[in-house]
């Protein structure tokens, strides 16, 4: 019997899928992708994604999967498992998912919630009676709130969370007495901007409901339910080597694990395929059988809603941040394009990043992790396999969203506009906004010099617009009396695809000024480092390049340091009140004298001048024991030539670090080492729990 022509490309396009199959580790179930054809375009363009992401963008090793109608449909990596093994990533090669974890988190509370042992919009105090602060608004906040990043805590109380090669929960079980010190940055429930403390407190909130540690109620109830055998917490007992392999310049090819002591806020290990089934229990109809029922309707539908909108929050824009209850978005960009849901969350640690995508009316998602890169990437890709995917089945009844661009027409700017010039903010850095009356809107960050000001020009109906066409603004007065600068910008990443982000960028602020006496005491510490002394001996801090925290005055501003405003001679607060990203993770400043030492609080961080560290005696053996308060000590490194070294015996619970230029040069704890070059200069620093002792001696080479 003849062959068609187009029975001969069907079959073609088969053996050419075999073919690929046996080159590319990925793998597909034939029911859930539908004809060969649009299969091998999923893969191709999946696997180059990932290439791109490993070769373009530096990433070690990145793993993806997509799920349909309760199969998985599309699995697949790119990368090295590791620098110094020849070894393939597979399936169930396990990823730090970084906070894709507060999904597991406030699912678990929804769970709970369908129980009727939760009650969303209880006080927090319900459940965790003990817990103050020193803000009297804290009696406000709701379980709710914590989910939806609008309780106004000031975001993250990370000392001692994030840990090498070492499990310890100190960050978790520590959290409330830290919080008792702190303030609010806003009222409970005024408007929602990201909060890692917020999910550390409902994990808390789970524990203490079901008389559980959270590692065994979200295996109990979720993870062993769904099938998830690859899916792990620093707390579980599974084999290491199964987890991709993360890096750290002072180590070199020495393999460190990354373990974070807030395992609800950022601390799981999964894999793109368990993330995947984890979704299942998001989806309107879930194919997984598995995944039925384990939430309710009502429960899944709520994590769904636009939380964030509850609140103050810009206007609806494209964007890849709109709250709900754990999502980053709930109107994922560019899915509400098409007038499609689409749920996602995303995770960052300093080593791992990871993405899950939902489409719940079409049952079907997307999850990358990967050892290096960023959420966002991954976040790009995975939009890019689920578009293709609605392609293929006809779904999609509109165009790509494409790249804005072209010059932009002017129009006459209302005079009024002029009065929004002035000093502008956000959790990173302070701008100099200045309209002119031509409809010229200029945006120059303070302090940096190399940082190119922003220029946009006025186009009617209140936006400037950049001069490609990507970025939008506007100034908006909201009902708490700030006004803010309204942000839609697209951005197109080389080779993956497009984003959006529609954000309150910054928030207008008042010149602060000081008086003579307060102006003195911050001009004496202007230029000055202060070094952390209270993180753990395994803390990644140590690892990190520039970990001391030097003041810098505004030289446009006198009366701010960094983005703080100045309050009086020893503290220094953010006025920051912003929606989203833009006001996070903000910390004030205290300073205070101890035994004739000065020392910096930053949250719950304790810092000590540089003008109290001695410099390291080298020229004779010593012993340094770390004191009943638990703090490191530091010393400074000066004249030293190149053939010295510093031999140490390090006690168990301890390490030392070294530094040259700031930058970390010997880490004990990760590379196992008892001596290290000494730089002509830099500092050290001996880290250990309180009564450890530390027995130092030197070499000089002949």
Known sequence: MRMSTRNKLHLLLVLLLVMIALLVPFTFTSGAAGSPEAYLGLAALAQQKADTLVSVFGVTSVQYAVISQGETMLSGSAGVYSRTEDKPITADTMYGIGSTSKMFTAAAVMLLVDRGLIDLDAPIT??????????????????????????????????????????DQMAHDQLIAALAGQRLKADPGEFSVYCNDGFTLAELIVERVSGESFTDFIKANITAPLGMSHTATPQSDFDRSGLARTYVDVAGDREVIESLGVIGTGGIYSTAEDLCKFAGIFMDDPGYALARGMLSAQSRDAMAAAECENGIWPERGPSIFNYGLGWDSVNTYPFSAYGIIAVAKGGDTQQYHSTLLVLPAYDLAAALVSSGGSSTMNLIVAGELLQQVLESRGALTAARPEMPGGAPATAPMPPTFLGYSGLYGNASFLSSVDLAADGSLSIAALGDDARPAEKLVYVGGGVFTSAEGNKQMSFVTE???????????????PSLGLAAITEYSM????????????????????????????????????????????????KEQPGYV??????????????????????????????????????MKAGNVVYISEKNIDILPTGQSATYTIGPNGHGTWH?????????????????????????????????????????????????VFAGTPGAVFEVSFETAE
Not at 564 to 581: H, K
Not at 637 to 650: C, E, F, L, S, Y
Not at 657 to 666: D, M, P, R, S, T
């Open 562 to 599: 960094g983005t703080l405003q100045i309050i009086d001679e020893n503290n220094a607060v953010s006025p920051m009140q912003i929606p989203g990203m833009g006001g996070r993770d903000l910390d004030d400043l205290a300073f205070y004298m101890q035994d004739g030492t000065e020392y």
């Open 507 to 554: 928030q207008k602020l008042a010149p602060a000024e000081v008086d003579e006496s307060t102006r003195k005491a911050w001009c004496e510490r202007d230029g000055v480092s202060y070094y952390p002394v209270n993180e753990k001996f395994s803390s990644q801090y140590y690892a990190q390049p520039g970990n001391a925290m030097t003041i810098s005055l505004s």
């Open 126 to 167: 319900t459940y965790i009676p003990e817990f103050i602060m020193a803000d009297r608004r804290y009696t406000q906040i709701t379980v709710r709130m914590l989910l939806n990043h609008s309780s106004g805590l000031m975001g993250s109380t990370f000392r001692n969370a994030f840990l090498f090669n070492d499990g």
């Open 479 to 493: 009902s708490n009396g700030h006004t803010y600068i309204r942000r839609v910008a697209h951005q197109d990443v």
């Open 636 to 684: 400074r490194i000066t004249d030293v030539g190149d053939d010295k070294t510093i031999i140490v015996n390090v006690p168990r619970q301890g390490s030392f670090a070294v530094y040259e230029n700031g930058k970390c040069i010997e880490f004990s704890w990760i590379t196992g080492h008892c001596e290290a070059r000494l730089p002509a200069e830099g500092m050290i």
